[in-house]
Structure formats: structure tokens, C-alpha cells
């Protein structure tokens, strides 16, 4: 040591005279170092102030012990003399190290108490707050082991002094630190666990995106940044870009602010940059080069304060390294001079009351030094401060990530066949795959199968698995069991109370560190634990990390997953002989935030019957979900399906209206796209055949968009009865001459004509090829999708009933659309129906400039213009019945109106005018009414025109309509 240090010893007299005398003890023994304590002047009333300030100048280090008293005030000043002795070493910039006894607040003795009055407790609390939210804490059980730790603090993470050689040498300082950095970043820790692996073998470069997956979130951060920009008259980081990693976004612009789920990489992938700019900034120094980027990582959970300085953060990152405070010198210099990169790691997990602060210093140094690198991150919840910069969004893992981070987990331990039969597992189970796309959870799953555990595809058995995998196999597979005090159980009965306390108090996964010792007391006491609250939370936390210290003031579940499953458990869990669910459901089932414990919960069950009613009843939604997720064998699923059987189509409808509405407005748009992915695969799974529900069900999916969407729409009809499957009839249909495409080739025609005004303007139109039904699908052909159609419309229909071979009628615009879904194809668009219809004739019929009864069915009474009448049947006639036109359909000019999957616009003719020659066009948007096209047999000649077009409500069914098919390959 080139000098002496002096340590200021502060705390309250009367309550902490052991502590404070073995810490002095302690401090005595080191050579380098003179403990200043208040045995050596007096700290009451009468002391002046001025002695005390003084000698917490002359100090070096100042450590605070804290406890249960608030201590003397002195004369002329609000504060006790201990605060003043602290905010004095505050504002010189001492080294400060604080201590608290792990004692509760509620365990403080009489004696103490009595000495302190209400309002000095209230100070003491307020005291104590301030010291959590801007210090990292040590605690401590006894006078022994808080000397330890005080003699441990001075010596490894203040006293530590640079070797001379060091000192003069070019770089010295900063190579020491470099070091560091690449030595502590080198390593994956695998879920908080001692096991490492090298960063590059499981690194997984995230792709970050502008392009929010909710328009909410974007409005929230990006358009204020904006406003901000503006105002400033600066607009430096506008940007056009998606899908680039980090290490692309630092090259790319100046300051970065990365928001994520939790779990999802964004402290790994800044780690990742710190060990990165720590090598080539290595590569550099022999060469006498300047640094550049030199990286600096701040976890704001672990430093974060209100009244911290750019030096305060840098000491604390020397001290972190356990490095000279002259690193701390060297580092802030070249930080000054813009040579730095600055990787600022969860805003979010900064107090709220300190958050705002914490942003403006940071902004501060950003506007200070605008050319200064800067990353941030932040999860979206706690992302409030729009800091300048570019703003991006963590993307969920894609597949190839997800099968890089397996094959790369399992190469580590050489086990590579393991790794490839994980990634088909995990490939073919779409709930897999959800929890894949979260790095922590895709960690976990690894875990559990290199267990040899076979994977369960429902969420619960998975949680239960990991939480198995976490307190159980992973400590015998390191060894561990036998040296673990509690036993699993013991350990989860508290981890569910713990849970359930602070998510019905707050719903917050970070947990205050008093509140969770003060809690977990309480829990032992009353689980009968023979056990010591700390000894039971150590071991927890070092043998599973599934509750572990988050922050200087905060513990945390290992993720919200977790957090969410434990307090499941807890109301599945029985407590003095009475069941909790439904309580709690009663309680809280109109709260959203609760709609994830409900449905873990309802896994749990052994008989989720009952339960499942309960919630029908209240919320038909949360229902459907929870269905899904209990244990299929357990369930009545008679009961269940006619439990929404007896709910109104209509009011069904709105209930999926409801989870539409819900998607498209949430914030957090991965989960809710689940929520309404679920929902409606619940829908499929009653069996429902309602075809407007079902068409509202595949426009949700439709707007969706994703894969998944997609392959749920192919597997509507797998829950219904097999003599309606399209599979039982496919050989039939493929027989029936009724059921035969034609191949239209694509064109341009002339679309609409001049002889009323909504047909009008006539417009060019591109059709690409197409394959269309030659007839119309008659009777026998719905009965297979519909066994009871023709027993419902007999009564009023008989005459268009009685041949199978009739076409179809008394089908709805949502009937027709659903099945062509089950027969694989879809409805023509109004534009290919005219085009095929007219085969190239530009006249108004394909049969020329006029229709006789002997080539169509419609009523004769009423030829076209002047032409003699015809015959009216006043029914349909079979299929076929007529001449087909030259590309071989048949019946397109009467026998039935025909569904059109347009929606009808009366403007739509105009505004394709104006774009000129239109491809494929699918009509408007949105509407309320549906096109017909082609005329009936109760219709005039003029409406069987091949331009002439109708339109009706969706849901009309009667003798004038049916449909036909196009085929789709």
C-alpha cells in the first residue's frame, strides 16, 4: 500500500455498540487501514456537529451499520446524526458500504423501541428505503459475520491498489480492466447454475426490429420520441430497418434502446458486446492504439440510484471486477473524452420513484456527449422515459435460433443425437415451440431433456418439470442432494405461498427483500418449518436460482412463468381443510392479470369439471382457454361442449367479436395472439357447426396471420363426427361427374356494362388461371357436409329437395363459405365468376345477345327486352340440365343465384376504373351485404346477365340461392 485509509464507522450507539466494536476490532488487524470510531468522540445531542462532519472528511471509506434505531438528533437539525454522517460522505464522493441485520422490522426489541418514537421510526424506515434503492446491501446475522464482511469489502473491493509495473505502463489500468471483462464474459452461466459454456458456443444473435409487434407499444415509445426529436429540431436516429442484431445496431447508430420480454436475451446479448469490444480493444493496446468503444456494463438493478453520478456507476464497475478505484479514474476519462461504450442494462429494474432520475442523468450525459455510444434496455412495462435513440424490440427466437441454441447445448457436453431429437420434438409440438421462442424457457427445456425426461406437451407438466428438474435432479446431477438442509417439498409449499402473497399484493414478479423475509418468517411459522427464513432462501437460491436476490433491494423468481405457475399451485393447494380456487376465481376472475393463474390452475386439477363450469358461467372466454389447458382425461367433455352448445350462436359470435377486439388492442401481442389461438381452437374442439361462428373463427386466424393461425384453419373440422368428415365422402366426390373443375385459363375481359348504373363502369381485369366447378353443388353433395340440411328446409322445400341432383338452396353466404373450407377449395370472386361466365363473349350472355328458356332455367314470362317468352318451371332443375357454355360450366345464367365471396360496394366498379387494368380483384374490404351473380329460376332474363350482379345480407337463406366451388391445388 503507498498510504494509510481510514474508515469512518457510523451507527446508532445504544443498539449497535458489539457490532460496531468488532468491526473496529476487525479493521484494527489490517496494516493498511485506521478504523475512525465513535468510541473515539461522542455521538449524543451534545457532540457538535462540526467534529463529526470533519471526521467523516478526513475518512477514506465510510461504513454505515444499520438496524433498529433512527439515533440522537442533533441540535438545530432534523436529522440524526447518523443520516448526517452519511449524506456527508455522499456529497465528498466517499466510498460508501452499507450493512443492515437481517432482523424485521416487527422483531425489534422493546427497549428500542421505546427509545424511538413513532415519528423517528418513520424516519428510520424512510432512512432505510433510501439506502436500499441507491447501495448495494450487505446483511448480516451476528456481530462475527458482519466484521467478516466489512474486512472482506475493504480489502477485495477498495483497498486493492494496482501493481506499479501496471501503473506505468501505456494502458496498464485499462488492459487490467479489459481482462476482467473478457474473462467474466467469456462464460454462459446456465440458469444461474455453476455450469459454464463458452459465450460462442450458445450465443444466440437476437434479432431486434423497429416494426413493433404491437401498434401500441409503438405509439407509447417511439411517437413521443419523436415528439422529443422535433421539439429539439434534431433528427439523427430516424430509421428504416428490421431484423438486425445487436452488434448491427451499435455499428449502425449511436445511442440503442433494446426492449424485451423478460427471459428473452437482452442482458446475455449486452454481455456479449461487452466481451466483444473487450477483445478487440486487447488487439489494440499493444499497438499503443487509443480504445475504442471501450465497453462499460451497468446493471442498473444491481447499481441503480436517484443521486448517483457517471463516477459513482464507474466505481461500482471497479468494484464489481474487484479492481483499484484508479480503474474507476481511468475508465471515467476516457468515458469524458467519447471513448466509451456504454451498455445501460434494465432501466426497468430501477425503483419506480427513482426511474425518471435515473433516465434524465443518463439523457444528460447522452445530450452532453452526442457522438457517445449508448445501449439500453429495458422490458416494455417498465419503459416509461424515451431516451434518445433508436428504439427495437427483441424478436421471439425463430426456428433456426432455436435449433442453433439446442444443437449447440448438447455439442458442449458432447452429446449431438440428444440435441437432434430435441429439435424435431420441439419442431412438432406447437406448445413447445411457443416456450422455445423465449430463451430462458428454451434453457430449461434443454435442461429437462438432457435429464432423459420426455417432454409433455401440455404447459403445466411442463412447469411442473422444470420446477422438478430446478429443486431436485439438477442438484443430484451435480451432486448436491445430500448436502441440501430442505427437502422439496418443504421448499415448494413455500415458494407457492410466497408467490401467491406477492402476486394477489402487488402482481409483480420483484419482490422487496424486507417484505420477502418478513413474509417467509410468517410461512415458516406457520407451516411448522423447523427452519431459519435465510437458511431455507440461501439454498433455494443457490442450489435452484428459481428465487434469487434481483437487485440490491429485490428478490425475484427465476421467470414470470414460474412466478405465475407457483401461485397456481398455492389455490389448487388446500389450506386448513378449505380449497382456495374458487374463492380466489370469485374474487378475481374479472381481473385480466389473473387470467394465467386461472388456467395453470385449472391444469392442476384432478377433477376440472366443476371448476370449469364455474368460470362458463362468468366468462366464457377465460373458459374455452382454461379447457385447454386441464388434463383431457379428467375432463367431461360432454359437459363442457354443451356448455357452449347452449350459448346463442349470436352471442357466440360476439364472444369471438370480444377476442378479435382483444388481439387487436393489446399491448402485448405474443400473448394474446395465443389467448385468441387458443380460444378459438377451443371453438373447434366442441365440435361446432355453426357456420357463421366458424367463419368468424377463420377470419380471427386470418388476421392473425402466423403459421400457427395457418395450420389451425386447416384443422377446423377435425372434431367433428366421421360420417361428416370430407375424408369419409372424398372417394364419392371424386366419382360424382357432379363434381368436376374446369381449367380456366387466365385473361383480361371487360367487367361490368353499361346497361344500369351499378354496373357500371365497365373496367379492365387481369384473372390468373383458376379451376371453377362445372355445376353448381347440389343437394346430395351438402348432405355429406350437412346430414341434416334437407330434414330442416323439407317442409317449405320439398320440390327442391326431391332430386339430389338439384342444386343446393337454402344456404347462407357463411354455409357456402364454410364448406368449401371443408372440401378444400374457397368461393369465386365476383370478377373470376363474370370472367368464367362470359368465356370470352363480350355480349350479354355467353349464349350471344339473348336467353331462351331452352338454355337456361329462369322465369319466361319475362324475356330479355323484346324476345318472345318462355317457359317458367318455378322450381330448380337438376344440374346440368342446360347447354354448358364454350369452357365447359354449366348453369351459369339461372337455376340458382350464386354466392360470391365479394363483399358488395356500389363505388368498387369505380374506384378499379380508376387503377386501370386490376388484377384478381377481391372487392371491398368490409361491407354488410354479399354479391349474387348468375340469376335463378324465379328471375327475370335481364337479371341472369352475365355482368348483372345482386347483393343480400350474409345470413339469408332461401329457394333462390346456392353456390359453387373453385377448386383450389
Known amino acids: 500500500m503507498s498510504r494509510t485509509v481510514t474508515v469512518f464507522i457510523s451507527s446508532t450507539y445504544l443498539d449497535l455498540t458489539v457490532e460496531r466494536q468488532a468491526v473496529e476490532k476487525a479493521i484494527t488487524r489490517l496494516n493498511e487501514t485506521i478504523p475512525i470510531a465513535m468510541e473515539v468522540f461522542s455521538s449524543s445531542p451534545d457532540t457538535p456537529y462540526e467534529t463529526c462532519m470533519k471526521k467523516v472528511a478526513e475518512s477514506d471509506i465510510y461504513v454505515g451499520i444499520f438496524a433498529h434505531r433512527y439515533g440522537s438528533i442533533p441540535s438545530g437539525h432534523e436529522q440524526s446524526m447518523t443520516a448526517l454522517e452519511y449524506r456527508k460522505a455522499i456529497e465528498l464522493h466517499k466510498p460508501v458500504l452499507i450493512y443492515f441485520t437481517f432482523t424485521s422490522e416487527g422483531d425489534t426489541p422493546k427497549k428500542y423501541t421505546e427509545k424511538d418514537p413513532s415519528p423517528k421510526r418513520d424516519k428510520l424506515i424512510t432512512l432505510k428505503d433510501e439506502l436500499k434503492n441507491k447501495h448495494t446491501l450487505s446483511y448480516y446475522d451476528n456481530p462475527d459475520e458482519l466484521a467478516t464482511l466489512v474486512i472482506a469489502d475493504i480489502h477485495n473491493q477498495v483497498l486493492i491498489e494496482a501493481p506499479k509495473e501496471v501503473v506505468e505502463s501505456p494502458y496498464g489500468l485499462l488492459r487490467m480492466y479489459l481482462e476482467a471483462v473478457r474473462d467474466e464474459y467469456r462464460w454462459l452461466r446456465i440458469l444461474a447454475q455453476n455450469r459454464k459454456v463458452e459465450l460462442n458456443t450458445l450465443y444466440l444473435r437476437l434479432q431486434l426490429s423497429q416494426r413493433f409487434r404491437s401498434r401500441e407499444i409503438e405509439s407509447a415509445l417511439v411517437a413521443p420520441l419523436s415528439r422529443k426529436r422535433a421539439a429539439s429540431g434534431r433528427d439523427d436516429e430516424v430509421i428504416e430497418c428490421h431484423d438486425l442484431d445487436i452488434h448491427d445496431a451499435v455499428k449502425r447508430f449511436t445511442r440503442v434502446m433494446i426492449i424485451g420480454d423478460p427471459g428473452c436475451g437482452k442482458t446475455t446479448s449486452l454481455r456479449s458486446l461487452a466481451y466483444v469490444h473487450a477483445c478487440q480493444n486487447l488487439q489494440r493496446l499493444p499497438q499503443n492504439q487509443e480504445p475504442e468503444q471501450l465497453p462499460i456494463y451497468i446493471p442498473l438493478g444491481v447499481y441503480g440510484s436517484a443521486d448517483k453520478s457517471l463516477r459513482d456507476y464507474l466505481w461500482e464497475v471497479a468494484r464489481a471486477y474487484a479492481l483499484p478505484l484508479s480503474v474507476a479514474e481511468s475508465l471515467e476519462t476516457h468515458v469524458l473524452a467519447g471513448r466509451a461504450l456504454l451498455l445501460i442494462d434494465g432501466l426497468d429494474e430501477v425503483p419506480a420513484d427513482s426511474r425518471r432520475q435515473v433516465a434524465r442523468m443518463f439523457e444528460g450525459l447522452m445530450n452532453r456527449f452526442p457522438s457517445h455510444p449508448v445501449v439500453v434496455t ?288 393489446a399491448q402485448d401481442k405474443q400473448k394474446e395472439t395465443q389467448n385468441a389461438l387458443d380460444f378459438v381452437t377451443f371453438v373447434f374442439r366442441t365440435g361446432e357447426t355453426d357456420t357463421e361462428v366458424l367463419y368468424n373463427c377463420d377470419e380471427l386466424l386470418l388476421a392473425i396471420g402466423t403459421p400457427e393461425a395457418k395450420k389451425r384453419r386447416e384443422h377446423m373440422f377435425d372434431h367433428w363426427p366421421e360420417n361428416r368428415q370430407y375424408k369419409t365422402h372424398e372417394r364419392a366426390f371424386i366419382q360424382d361427374k357432379y363434381w368436376q373443375p374446369a381449367d380456366i385459363k387466365g385473361g383480361e375481359f371487360n367487367m361490368g356494362s353499361n346497361e344500369t348504373a351499378y354496373e357500371k363502369p365497365i373496367h379492365p381485369v387481369k384473372i390468373s388461371p383458376f379451376r371453377l366447378g362445372c355445376y353448381a353443388v347440389t343437394v346430395d353433395q351438402y348432405q355429406c357436409f350437412d346430414p341434416d340440411h334437407k330434414k330442416r328446409s323439407i317442409k317449405e322445400s320439398g320440390e327442391f329437395l326431391k332430386d339430389g341432383n338439384q342444386p343446393v338452396i337454402q344456404v347462407s353466404w357463411y354455409d357456402a363459405y364454410i364448406f368449401c373450407k371443408w372440401a378444400g377449395g374457397r368461393l369465386p370472386t365476383e370478377a373470376e365468376w363474370e370472367y368464367a361466365c362470359r368465356a370470352g363473349a363480350t355480349t350479354p350472355y355467353h349464349t350471344g345477345d339473348n336467353l331462351t328458356t331452352a338454355q337456361a332455367n329462369y322465369n319466361g314470362n319475362y324475356p330479355y327486352k323484346n324476345n318472345p317468352k318462355g317457359k317458367f318451371l318455378r322450381k330448380t332443375t337438376p344440374v346440368g340440365s342446360y347447354p354448358p357454355n364454350k369452357w365447359g360450366l354449366y348453369d351459369m345464367h339461372g337455376n340458382v343465384y350464386e354466392w360470391c365471396l365479394d363483399w358488395y360496394d356500389e363505388k368498387y366498379y369505380e374506384e378499379c376504373k380508376r387503377k386501370g387494368i386490376v388484377e384478381n380483384p377481391a372487392g371491398p374490404e368490409i361491407g354488410s351485404r354479399r354479391v349474387l351473380r348468375g340469376g335463378s329460376w324465379g328471375n327475370y332474363a335481364r337479371h341472369c346477365r352475365s355482368a348483372y350482379h345482386s347483393n343480400v345480407d350474409p345470413d339469408d337463406r332461401d329457394h333462390f340461392i346456392g353456390f359453387r366451388l373453385v377448386f383450389v391445388p
Open 378 to 665: 429495458s422490458r416494455v412495462i417498465g419503459f416509461e422515459h424515451a431516451l434518445p435513440g433508436a428504439v427495437l424490440e427483441v424478436l421471439p427466437l425463430s426456428p433456426t435460433l432455436i435449433e442453433h441454441f439446442i444443437r449447440g447445448w448438447f455439442s458442449a457436453i458432447s452429446r449431438e443425437p440428444e440435441g437432434e431429437e430435441l429439435c424435431r420434438q420441439v419442431a412438432a409440438q406447437p406448445r413447445l415451440l411457443e416456450l422455445a421462442y423465449n430463451p430462458f424457457l428454451l434453457s430449461l427445456i434443454a435442461l429437462i431433456f438432457e435429464q432423459g425426461k420426455q417432454l409433455p406437451e401440455r404447459r403445466v407438466n411442463l412447469y411442473r418439470l422444470c420446477v422438478l428438474t430446478l429443486l431436485e435432479l439438477w442438484d443430484k446431477e451435480r451432486g448436491l442432494r445430500d448436502r441440501n438442509r430442505f427437502d422439496r417439498t418443504m421448499k415448494e409449499d413455500l415458494l407457492m405461498e410466497l408467490a401467491l402473497h406477492f402476486f394477489e399484493k402487488e402482481q409483480t414478479a420483484l419482490l422487496p427483500i424486507r417484505e420477502v423475509f418478513k413474509q417467509v418468517g410468517a410461512i415458516v411459522n406457520r407451516l411448522q418449518f423447523a427452519c431459519d427464513a435465510k437458511a431455507i432462501l440461501d439454498e433455494i437460491e443457490q442450489n435452484s436460482g428459481l428465487l434469487r436476490k434481483f437487485s440490491y433491494q429485490h428478490y425475484a423468481f427465476a421467470h414470470r412463468t414460474l412466478f405465475e405457475y407457483f401461485v397456481a399451485r398455492a389455490l389448487v393447494a388446500e389450506i386448513e381443510g378449505k380449497p382456495r380456487l374458487v374463492a380466489y376465481f370469485e374474487k378475481y376472475g374479472n381481473d385480466s392479470q389473473w387470467n394465467e393463474i386461472f388456467r395453470l390452475a385449472t391444469g392442476e386439477l384432478e377433477q376440472p369439471t366443476d371448476f370449469l363450469k364455474i368460470v362458463f358461467d362468468a366468462d366464457a372466454t377465460l373458459a374455452a382457454r382454461c379447457y385447454l389447458d386441464a388434463n383431457p382425461d379428467h375432463v367431461d367433455h360432454g359437459v363442457i361442449r354443451q356448455r357452449w352448445a347452449n350459448i346463442a350462436p349470436k352471442q357466440r359470435i360476439q364472444i369471438i367479436g370480444s377476442v378479435r377486439g382483444r388481439w387487436q388492442e
